[in-house]
């Protein structure tokens, strides 16, 4: 699993009710492995959770589209 960056969007990969939604890295928590850390996300439509490593998928981003 990669370590995610501030900036970076994501995709929520978690089975409740945020599962599949999309999300933006606000802040990550001090970690010396990715599965350990972390991160706090914006998340549409859900606002802010925190999340660690494992519950978040890279999302790629074109343009002003978010897929």
Excluded at 7 to 29: H, P, Q, R, W
């Amino acid at each position: 699993m990669k370590p995610y960056e501030v900036g970076e969007f994501v995709t929520i990969n978690e089975i409740n009710y945020m599962n599949a939604a999309k999300g933006i890295i606000l802040d990550v928590s001090a970690s010396s492995e990715p599965a350990g850390a972390m991160y706090t996300v914006e998340v549409e439509e859900y606002g802010t959770h925190f999340f660690y490593g494992n519950s978040l998928d890279s999302t790629e981003q074109t343009g002003e589209n978010v897929y």
